[in-house]
């Protein structure tokens, strides 16, 4: 569901009211009793089924009876002032729900408190002013005093109260759209979800990046950061060149010698780095003793090649499908017009949504494709998840992954050339073209599906750290933006 700036006030007011009802409570207690417990109304409920009203109010920092003051109660003629201690007639101060008044002639002085508070973000929960008194103030009251003299502060206030409800609510999040759209995004069930806002900006509740399934956060987040640093690149260029021990500019390595010579002219072993002499034969430089270590170095240097190599596999058709997406995204219009064109021609085909809803499951099957190979690469690696899988067990999965992977890919592939078929083409046999859309079209619904479904389960088998993906669905969500009804609420 996604809450716009208008809407904000409402669906906040629905759940504040929610709490007044039922437990009589001012507006000002409600909103500390669900910050507390992050906006969710279901979770305060039943603390205080459980635990009992007092309990959670004293948890809350309320006082234990915050309701109302019944009308009847005599109310004293003087109160004494919480900041200049004079009495003063009941109608020239203000009372706080504690008991504690502070005159009029003292105005100034609470105004420049909530004033300091309020800029310094304290708004959610400007207490009273007396010494100890934790009482949340009356929001009212504290509207009436910010009036008189400070409307920045006051719209400030106002505006943290609002905005409390979603940065402080744990089914809320901005959506991150950059220029920020304003709306925000209320959603139910836990935060694995994919969503469209009303801008149609798409991302990952969770995480708020791009929709990254069927990789979770975690995963996606360590391969935007593989991808991010050159480190890989620079391993490769730590192991087909060395740097000169006396200039430090990197040599490549192009001769079978191990005798390096740099443009400085100064000479230096390849194998172990050392600045020599130049006289030497093919396998030793004369003078020159690199001992044991160049072994180690030498492994190491096949090592680093090797898993470079088995990294740019995966980044590169990673790559290749994110550029495919790319294209394909760009097709939108496209293929919108195309259906227009078609409309007006006299075919015996009339409705074109399969055409529509083919290029919607393509979006969705090529992200999934290209976050496979990721997935794989993590999965497969032997390295991150050694300690939950054996080497032999994780051979085997690797084989019944890139088996399924691979089908799902040429549907994919198979999909995207129908959907871009060019209209004369598929003027020639419009019916015979429609038949392969819907049936490619199911047949990728399955198998992306299916492919969830075993990450999935690859993923359950992995103990030493849970992995969460949103849950499949032909579709990114797309929010609705009509406030959920009142009964739902209820
Ligand atoms: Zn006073
Ligand atoms: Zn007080
Ligand atoms: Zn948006
Ligand atoms: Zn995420
Ligand atoms: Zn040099
Ligand atoms: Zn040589
Ligand atoms: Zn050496």
């Not at 007639?89 to 504690?98: L, R």
């Not at 690797?398 to 129908?418: A, G, I, K, T």
Request: net charge negative; proline share 3%; charged share 25%.
């Amino acid at each position: 569901q996604v809450i716009t700036a208008e809407s904000l006030a409402l669906a906040q007011q629905q759940d504040l009211q929610r709490v007044m009802d039922m437990f009589g409570v001012k507006i000002q207690h409600a909103r500390a009793l669900l910050i507390h417990y992050r906006w969710n109304v279901e979770v305060l409920f039943s603390y205080m089924a459980e635990a009992g009203r007092d309990a959670v109010f004293r948890r809350v920092g309320l006082p234990a009876l915050a309701e109302n003051q019944p009308a009847s109660q005599p109310l004293p003629s003087t109160v004494t002032c919480g900041i200049c201690f004079d009495d003063v007639p009941q109608a020239d101060a203000t009372q706080m729900d504690c008991g504690h008044a502070f005159c009029n002639d003292c105005k100034a002085g609470w105004l420049e408190n909530f004033t300091v508070k309020i800029m310094e973000g304290e708004s959610r929960k400007l207490k009273c002013m007396a010494f100890k008194c934790a009482t949340i103030c009356d929001e009212e009251k504290v509207r009436a005093v910010l009036a008189f003299r400070n409307s920045e502060a006051l719209a400030r206030y106002e505006r943290c109260l609002l905005e409390s409800y979603i940065e402080d609510n744990a089914a809320v999040k901005w959506c991150p759209s950059v220029p920020h759209c304003g709306n925000a995004i209320k959603v139910e069930g836990g935060p694995y979800w994919e969503i469209e806002c009303l801008c149609s900006h798409q991302f990952c509740f969770n995480c708020l990046k791009l929709p990254h399934s069927p990789l979770s956060c975690s995963l996606w987040e360590l391969w935007e950061r593989k991808c991010k640093d050159d480190s890989e690149t620079n391993h490769w260029i730590t192991s087909h060149t060395k740097s000169c021990p006396k200039c430090s500019k990197p040599v490549e390595k192009n001769e079978g010698c191990n005798l390096m010579t740099c443009r400085c002219g100064q000479h230096f072993c390849w194998k172990c780095g050392t600045a020599t002499g130049a006289a030497h034969s093919y396998e030793h430089i004369v003078g020159h003793s690199c001992g044991r270590y160049k072994e180690e170095a030498e492994t190491r240097a096949a090592d680093a090649k090797r898993t470079l190599s088995r990294y740019l596999h995966y980044y590169k058709l990673w790559r290749a499908h994110m550029d495919s997406l790319k294209f394909e995204e760009k097709q939108e219009q496209l293929v919108q017009e195309k259906i227009e064109r078609l409309e007006q021609r006299d075919l015996i085909v009339k409705d074109y949504t399969w055409l529509k809803s083919g290029l919607q499951m393509l979006y969705k099957a090529r992200r999934a494709v290209s976050c496979s190979y990721p997935f794989a690469f993590f999965m497969f690696g032997n390295d991150l998840f050694k300690d939950d899988i054996s080497p032999e067990q994780n051979a085997m999965n690797q084989v019944l992954f890139e088996d399924q992977q691979q089908q799902f890919e040429e549907q994919v592939e198979r999909l995207s050339m129908l959907i871009e078929m060019p209209e004369e083409v598929l003027e020639q046999d419009i019916s015979g073209v429609r038949f392969k859309v819907l049936s490619v079209t199911a047949l990728t619904d399955r198998l992306c599906c299916r492919l969830y479904e075993l990450i999935e389960d690859l993923l359950g088998s992995v103990i030493s750290a849970t992995h969460h993906i949103a849950p499949y669905s032909s579709q990114v969500e797309r929010v609705s933006a009509e406030p959920a009804s009142k009964a739902a609420w209820f």
